[in-house]
């Protein structure tokens, strides 16, 4: 499973995820669900099926940042519209909506699961803190705000 998913295009799990985005699609941007569909991935994470543990895919939008026009006159050179390039990534911005959905939870991981020509899709992977102490997540709450998660660390240029 994991060698297939290395290189998705070319391999059964193309065709099996092209299926799955278009209900995907039409669902909400944040969801719980029973399982991992990289069930290889969120092992390697730390995920476990057991009480405690939640999984979250988030669809979050693919290409650069584009504000939004201002109403009020400016030169096109002020206008601040195109060319915005956001310092966090599209995942970092996946764990952190899924935080905001999940207060009670703490953001444990998160992967790259699929994207089209819109969407990027990730699942996150959530820990009850109250159920599971033994992981020892550190104090206070907010691992993915402070910039603990691995897609926060990379951002921050902890990890290469």
């Known amino acids: 499973m994991a060698k297939a998913w290395r ?14 985005v278009i209900e995907w699609r039409s669902q909400p941007a944040i969801l719980r669900v029973d399982k991992p569909t990289r069930i290889d991935r969120a092992r ?3 995920y476990k099926d057991k009480l405690g543990y939640v999984v979250v895919r988030v669809r979050v939008r693919r290409g650069g940042l584009r504000k939004q026009r201002p109403r009020a006159g400016r030169r096109q050179k002020r206008m601040g519209v ?13 764990e952190e909506r899924a935080a905001k959905r999940f207060p ?12 089209d020509g819109r969407y990027k899709w990730y699942e996150v992977l959530l ?34």
């Open 7 to 20: 290189r998705p295009e070319s391999s059964y799990v193309k065709g099996l995820m092209q299926e799955r």
């Open 44 to 46: 390697r994470l730390g």
């Open 82 to 94: 195109t060319k915005f390039k956001p310092a966090k990534s599209v995942r970092l911005i996946a």
């Open 104 to 115: 009670n939870l703490e953001v444990l991981n998160s992967y790259w699961v699929w994207q």
């Open 127 to 160: 820990v009850d803190r109250l159920l599971l102490p033994e992981l020892n997540l550190g104090k206070g709450r907010g691992r993915v705000f402070r910039g603990l998660t691995s897609a926060g660390r990379k951002v921050r240029g902890l990890v290469s």
